[in-house]
């Protein structure tokens, strides 16, 4: 990857945390409304420095279709919201019980579990609001996008089927199937759909779409894996999270599967089935592929 790429990618990605961090502030209710700690906790989670990779996904698949920022910027921030609420959720002592979060302590350490559920509960209540009352879309296309968020976030496709099957394969082998197909639905599926909803958005067509999806549904594989690797490689300052978890936890990842090098091979094979896929669109399609090489070559 050239540094040139590189500064796109991320260049991009901070302008984009800037812009949705500033619609979320305004979206999210501030800690001085009532009930003060649910919505500080909310906060708290949010605003805790995330890369935002998801909205600004759907954020550069819709402007590579010519949409307007305006369009799409608050289906993007509702991606970020029903994203963080399943880190609220994931952290709980009763699922992946983590006590650190984007570098600082989880939501269920910071306040207390029955406040984190709730803080969780209403960031996904307050993501399908935030799209349904979205009045630069038209009323149908809403709808299509909230059945798309739905689909994502729940079961059987989605990331709550991921995470599911994730808890049942703990302490057990797995096959390389199960570990793909608890990665499509627990991390794969948001990404995904963020890259359809701004395609959506956009008005792609229909051989648009399908090439956006294979798009996505390839890079939601490569940040898990790359997310895998860098669980057993990376430290705690890089990840904001505590490394080695999966591990001891007995998790159902690439590593444990296959071993760090093929995982690293197998990396390299996913990123460029996943660019191939852009070779099917003709539209300005290199930002996206910048954040493919971005994901490719991260170190948190």
Not at 168 to 182: N, W
Not at 184 to 207: F, N, V
Request: aromatic fraction near 4%.
């Amino acid at each position: 990857m050239t540094a040139t790429v590189s500064d796109q990618a991320q260049q991009f990605l901070a302008s984009c945390r800037t812009t949705i961090d500033a619609e979320l502030e305004r979206l999210i209710p501030q800690t001085a409304e009532s009930p003060e700690r649910v919505h500080a906790a909310i906060r708290w989670s949010v605003f805790a420095g995330g890369k935002r990779f998801r909205p600004a996904l759907l954020i550069a698949v819709g402007q590579a279709f010519a949409a307007p920022l305006d369009h799409l910027l608050r289906t993007a921030c509702a991606f970020e919201m029903i994203h963080t609420y399943s880190l609220i959720h994931d952290d709980l002592p009763s699922m992946d019980d983590d006590d650190l979060r984007r570098g600082r302590a989880t939501c269920h350490v910071q306040f207390d579990e029955a406040t984190a559920i709730l803080a969780g509960d209403a960031l996904q209540a307050l993501a399908f609001q935030t799209i349904a009352e979205d009045e630069n879309l038209p009323p149908e296309l809403r709808v299509q996008l909230l059945a798309e968020l739905a689909r994502a976030s729940g079961t059987p496709e989605g990331m709550v089927a991921g995470q599911a099957l994730d808890l049942e394969a703990e302490s057990r082998e797995v096959t390389s199937s199960e570990v793909s197909r608890i990665h499509s639905r627990k991390t794969g599926a948001l990404i995904y759909t963020a890259a359809r909803a701004g395609a959506l958005i956009s008005g792609a067509s229909e051989p648009e779409l399908l090439a956006i999806t294979a798009f996505g549904i390839n890079l939601g594989l490569l940040f898990q894996i790359t997310d895998d690797l860098l669980d057993v490689t990376a430290t705690a300052d890089e990840l904001g999270k505590t490394p080695g978890k999966d591990a001891r936890s007995k998790k159902a990842t690439f590593p444990s599967v296959y071993g760090i090098e093929a995982t690293r091979q197998t990396i390299q094979a996913v990123h460029r089935t996943t660019c191939a896929e852009l070779q099917k669109i003709s539209r300005p399609t290199q930002l996206l592929e910048s954040i493919a090489d971005f994901i490719l070559n991260r170190e948190a």
